[in-house]
């Protein structure tokens, strides 16, 4: 069972950056990987997700050009950052791992298909 804990969140202006960073209890070589997010509301949706297959990466358009992915294997650990932060990127985020060998954006797409989840860290854009 792997768990995941999700850590960088808080309270950033508009425009502000945040790292979010995830530590998993067992490598991540093996799974699919993303990040999610769900504001008050709203359903939880993908924000940006790796693939297993090869690598490729996905990100929602509402973020491209302003969030990245990235993972340390030898760490444990994948991270998301985020720059150029609006007030509607206000929510809870959480990573999460997944067996099935597909693609970044069916990862990111289908929520319900990830296999392991975190617990979440906020991120509030304010001023």
């Known amino acids: 069972q792997l768990q995941l804990v999700e850590s960088g969140g808080g309270l950033v202006q508009p425009g502000g950056s945040l790292r979010l960073s995830c530590a998993a209890s067992?490598?991540?070589?093996?799974?699919?990987i993303g990040w999610f997010r769900q504001a008050p509301g709203k359903e939880r949706e993908g924000v940006s997700c790796?693939?297993?297959?090869?690598?490729?990466?996905y990100y929602a358009d509402s973020v491209k050009g302003r969030f990245t992915i990235s993972r340390d294997n030898v760490k444990k650990m994948m991270y998301l950052q985020m720059n150029s932060l609006y007030p509607e990127d206000t929510a809870v985020y959480y990573c999460?791992?997944?067996?099935?060998?597909?693609?970044?954006?069916?990862?990111?797409?289908?929520?319900?298909?990830?296999?392991?989840w975190g617990t979440g860290t906020p991120v509030i854009v304010s001023s």
């Open positions: 790796i693939s297993k297959n090869d690598g490729s990466t």
């Open positions: 067992g490598t991540l070589d093996n799974y699919g």
């Open positions: 999460a791992a997944a067996h099935p060998q597909t693609t970044a954006k069916a990862l990111c797409i289908t929520p319900r298909g990830m296999d392991y």
